[in-house]
């Protein structure tokens, strides 16, 4: 089973940022977080990941919270291609896909 | 350098008759994992498998499915005697040598219809 709980569904306005919050209040010490993208029917594609330190990379923010049982992926500049759902995941040895938070981007 | 490599892209098969799916993985990775994601759902992991070994398959369905990894060639997901429920897009990743610090590279899918 996941050990991550997305909220279902989230709307953004183009232009703005989409911050994305996920739950892993399990994690253990050495277990990364990672997230990922599905749009529509397409391969998952990775997005960032991070042990507990912030990270930043030319897609996305990922803000880890200090006691590690929280983070939120951060999209500085949602725009319609970022309509997509996304997924946090705990990598415990294999990565386990949750429901995700299917992100509408608006116009 | 090209990516995960999953062929064919589109699967149809009639019921009872056996799919073969393919996946070249990344080159330099030697770990691959296979997912299903029916319809309308998530993505379920299947297997994870290395050259020549097995290593986690708790995802796999008891009976009909099996994947391999030889040592040369690509990794293969088998379905025996396809039915109805087996129409889904199975997905295949791979990862270097490690436990995934680089986290997996999927391909784009295989869709198996089953008529």
């Known amino acids: 089973d996941a050990k991550t709980t997305q909220p279902p569904s989230m709307d953004c306005a183009e232009g703005r940022a989409a911050n994305l919050p996920c739950n892993h209040s399990?994690?253990?010490?050495?277990?990364?977080v990672y997230w990922y993208r599905q749009i529509h029917s397409q391969g998952p594609q990775y997005i960032i990941h991070?042990?507990?330190n912030n990270e930043t990379n030319e897609m996305a923010s990922l803000i880890i919270t200090e006691d590690r049982k929280s983070s939120t992926l951060i999209l500085p500049h949602a725009t319609l291609r970022d309509t997509a759902v996304y997924y946090c995941i705990v990598n415990t040895g294999k990565l386990i896909f949750g429901q995700g938070t299917t992100l509408q981007v608006k116009p | 350098n090209a990516g995960v490599m999953q062929n064919p892209r589109h699967l149809v098969r009639r019921r009872g008759q056996e799919a073969r799916l393919r996946c070249s993985p990344m080159?330099?990775?030697?770990?691959v994992y296979w997912y299903r994601q029916l319809p309308e759902e998530g993505l379920k992991f299947m297997v994870y498998?290395?050259?020549?070994?097995?290593?986690?398959e708790s995802g796999m369905p008891k009976e009909r499915f099996s994947a391999e990894f030889p040592k040369e060639g690509p990794s293969i997901l088998r379905i025996q005697q396809v039915v109805r429920g087996d129409s889904a897009a199975y997905f295949c990743?791979?990862?270097?040598?490690?436990?995934?610090?680089?986290?997996?590279?999927f391909g784009s899918g295989t869709r198996l219809t089953v008529v």
């Open positions: 990743a791979s990862s270097p040598p490690g436990r995934g610090f680089y986290g997996y590279t």
């Open positions: 498998l290395q050259k020549e070994n097995i290593i986690d």
């Open positions: 991070g042990l507990k």
């Open positions: 080159k330099g990775h030697s770990h």
């Open positions: 399990t994690i253990s010490g050495n277990e990364y």
